[in-house]
């Protein structure tokens, strides 16, 4: 069991562009093949709804800029780099107002 457990450990570490290099060596050492990086991201992807529940937690408190939205995501997600989160925030931005969660009016973004 705890072989197992280090395993899943070092391929989450070789998920993180961080610490890849080390992590692959460590895995190769112990004969575990590295995992697939899903479509070459270097970035890892944000959990099931996380990114709409971090977004409408973000504007739970009243309306935001988008850069106040994404630094409220990105004390969340500290292992993803500002530009990537604002590159992937504006595009579920305009998906949730497509979908009637949030509105914006200007540069503001607030719920519905």
Do not use: C
Not at 18 to 45: F, I, K, Q, T
Not at 58 to 77: F, M, N
Not at 87 to 97: E, G, I, V
């Amino acid at each position: 069991m705890q072989d197992k457990t280090i395993n899943n450990a070092l391929r989450q570490l070789y998920l993180s562009a961080e610490y890849r290099e080390l992590a692959g060596a460590l895995l190769e050492l112990r004969g575990v093949a590295p995992p697939r990086l899903v479509s070459g991201l270097r970035y890892p992807a944000f959990a099931r709804n996380e990114q709409r529940r971090l977004i409408l937690d973000a504007l739970r408190d009243g309306p935001k800029l988008g850069g106040e939205i994404v630094e409220y995501v990105a004390a969340h997600r500290p292992d993803m780099p500002r530009h990537v989160l604002q590159n992937r925030l504006a595009a579920k931005m305009w998906k949730l107002k497509q979908r009637g969660y949030v509105r914006r009016d200007g540069r503001v973004w607030g719920l519905t």
